[in-house]
């Protein structure tokens, strides 16, 4: 199984950018999809982002398409996610999420990463 461990997080201002990372150990992204999701206080957890390493297809939610990007590394078996013109109502936990391709269920989490937007 996929351990997952996010990093990056930090308290930014309003417009302002921030880079998470996602180290995954126990194997390589190939046969997997990752994901970002994140939980703001009082609300559902959301998904934000996916890629499938299998076949390069990514997702992203309305309300951070076009300003967050989701990318990986391989050789460092990591996964980022690049997000730009933060706003206050993206303050939230951030988890990493790993799946096998094909297969509906997130089986593996990460701990979060707090991200606090600051107008």
């Known amino acids: 199984q996929v351990q997952l461990v996010e990093s990056g997080g930090g308290l930014v201002q309003a417009g302002g950018s921030l880079r998470l990372s996602c180290a995954a150990s126990?194997?390589?992204?190939?046969?997997?999809?990752m994901g970002w999701f994140r939980q703001a206080p009082g609300k559902e957890r959301e998904l934000v982002a996916r890629?499938?390493?299998?076949?390069?297809?990514?997702y992203y939610s309305r309300p951070v398409r076009g300003r967050f990007t989701i990318s990986g590394d391989n050789a460092k078996n990591t996964m980022y996610l690049q997000m730009n013109s933060l706003k206050p109502e993206d303050t939230a936990v951030y988890y990493c999420?790993?799946?096998?391709?094909?297969?509906?269920?997130?089986?593996?989490w990460g701990q979060g990463t707090q991200v606090t937007v600051s107008s």
């Open positions: 999420a790993a799946r096998p391709s094909g297969v509906n269920v997130w089986i593996s």
């Open positions: 126990g194997r390589t992204f190939t046969g997997y999809a």
């Open positions: 890629v499938d390493w299998t076949t390069g297809s990514q």
